[in-house]
């Protein structure tokens, strides 16, 4: 039986962090998929939305929030695990992003082994 290879979505516009999470995310069993903006994210998504099994969401992008992306997502995919990652994480982030069944945030900067520890739990 082939192994799965797992579909990781990425929407972050720090390309340092960007560059960091795919890095990290790098391994044979592991497709990534990249986007800067909200516009690249929708046209990625489009192509790829049911092939998806994890997302790592920034939330604030030059061209909007990225909770805006996941009420998009959440529309279809209604239990694909999501990590968002932020420089802030308020109360009332929290709160909305566990209205769209959020599985887990980390403020930034993203320390890679608590973010890969957690990719690991949501894939297996």
Partial sequence: MLKKKYVIFVLEDSTAQREQIVEMLNR??????????????KRLYKINDSDIDLFILDLKLPDGNGMDFLKRVRKSLHNTPVIITSATITDTIREQANGLNVNTFFEKPVKMKALNQAVVKFLH
Wanted: hydrophobic share 50%; proline share 0%; charged share 30%.
């Fill in 28 to 41: 044979a069993d592991r497709k990534i998929l990249c986007a800067k903006t909200i516009l690249q994210a």
